[in-house]
Nanobody, 115 residues
Framework: QVQLVESGGGLVQPGGSLSLSCVDP????????MAWHRQPPGKQREFVAS???????YVADSVKGRFTISRDNVKNTMYLQMNSLKPEDTAVYYC?????????WGQGTQVTVSS
């Protein structure tokens, strides 16, 4: 079963920073599209940011200027650097990878922004 592995979530105060990682252990998506999504408490999952294999990025307006997506194709890892965090960024963050008809999701990592 294809699966991605996320890490880096936790509790942070408003204005703080966190960095999330998403590892593709079997190197399936090194030439594919990868993205971050999040699901706030009681709400539907929403798009956060995406990156192509060539490094072209797209970031949701709600996090633009605060979050940066990147990837290291040698390490088969995608990152999400989150700065200036707000309470409304509290959510379970998921990564996903897509290559043709193959898609996989991570198990999710909790990010809580609270004082």
């Amino acid at each position: 079963q294809v699966q991605l592995v996320e890490s880096g979530g936790g509790l942070v105060q408003p204005g703080g920073s966190l960095s999330l990682s998403c590892v593709d252990p079997r190197s399936i998506f090194s030439s594919g599209y990868m993205a971050w999504h999040r699901q706030p408490p009681g709400k539907q999952r929403e798009f956060v940011a995406s990156i192509t294999s060539g490094g072209i990025t797209y970031v949701a307006d709600s996090v633009k200027g605060r979050f940066t997506i990147s990837r290291d194709n040698v390490k088969n890892t995608m990152y999400l650097q989150m700065n200036s965090l707000k309470p409304e960024d509290t959510a379970v963050y998921y990564c996903d990878g897509t290559l043709g008809t193959t898609q996989a999701w991570g198990q999710g990592t909790q990010v809580t922004v609270s004082s």
